[in-house]
T-cell receptor, first 112, second 116 residues
Framework: SQTIHQWPATLVQPVGSPLSLECTVEGTSNPNLYWYRQAAGRGLQLLFYSVGIGQISSEVPQNLSASRPQDRQFILSSKKLLLSDSGFYLC???????????FGPGTRLTVT | AQKVTQAQTEISVVEKEDVTLDCVYETRDTTYYLFWYKQPPSGELVFLIRRNSFDEQNEISGRYSWNFQKSTSSFNFTITASQVVDSAVYFCALSLMDTGRRALTFGSGTRLQVQP
């Protein structure tokens, strides 16, 4: 069966510090991968998606970036965090046949 | 562009009551998928159901049922005999049947509180 991991689970970072969140998927190959952000009490906003290694599409202009160095690894980064980057970050994957996405446990990021 | 509206921000019911969560969507495309997800307090989104735009048959799974009506662009979710464990935020989402992006457009969610 497929599983998706995210780490860290929680993170408190000062403004201006760098960020690296990691997501890995097991039990499937060539998945589509997604990064979403959920602000407190709000819906999910798609940040990035990837259909293959090295292929990243950005949905929202911001100071975040994403990379996919391996087929089942997706990384969200920032060189300098802003207060507005605080939120709950969710990674998701979908297969090639069906459109539903399966989500990881998420990372709660607080920028202070 | 697509849009999903969940007008009910928060619903509170007493255990064993039936409750319906509303979802209205907008899209110019004729081929799409609709989804419901559950987000319990732990935060992880749990996939509940996918329906495609060709199939308006209602679906029942245990205490859960879904009513899809293209004529009103709605995809409502009913929980029968609600339980405390049903307390969560529920999201409706839409995805176009494109071959690449497959991104989900989410509604803002409905928080359901089931009181014992």
């Amino acid at each position: 069966s497929q599983t998706i991991h995210q780490w860290p689970a929680t993170l408190v970072q000062p403004v201006g510090s760098p960020l690296s969140l990691e997501c890995t998927v097991e039990g499937t190959s060539n998945p589509n991968l997604y990064w979403y952000r959920q602000a407190a009490g709000r819906g999910l906003q798609l940040l990035f998606y990837s259909v293959g290694i090295g292929q990243i599409s950005s949905e929202v202009p911001q100071n975040l970036s994403a990379s996919r160095p391996q087929d089942r690894q997706f990384i969200l980064s920032s060189k300098k965090l802003l207060l507005s980057d605080s939120g709950f970050y969710l990674c998701a994957w979908s297969g090639q046949r069906f459109y539903e996405q399966y989500f990881g446990p998420g990372t709660r990021l607080t920028v202070t | 562009a697509q849009k999903v509206t969940q007008a009910q921000t928060e619903i509170s019911v007493v255990e064993k009551e039936d409750v319906t969560l509303d979802c209205v969507y907008e899209t110019r495309d004729t081929t799409y998928y609709l989804f419901w997800y559950k987000q319990p307090p732990s935060g992880e989104l749990v996939f509940l159901i996918r329906r495609n735009s060709f199939d308006e048959q209602n679906e029942i799974s245990g205490r859960y049922s879904w009513n899809f009506q293209k004529s009103t662009s709605s995809f409502n979710f009913t929980i029968t005999a609600s339980q405390v464990v049903d307390s969560a935020v529920y999201f409706c989402a839409l995805s176009l049947m494109d071959t690449g992006r497959r991104a989900l457009t989410f509604g803002s969610g409905t928080r359901l509180q089931v009181q014992p």
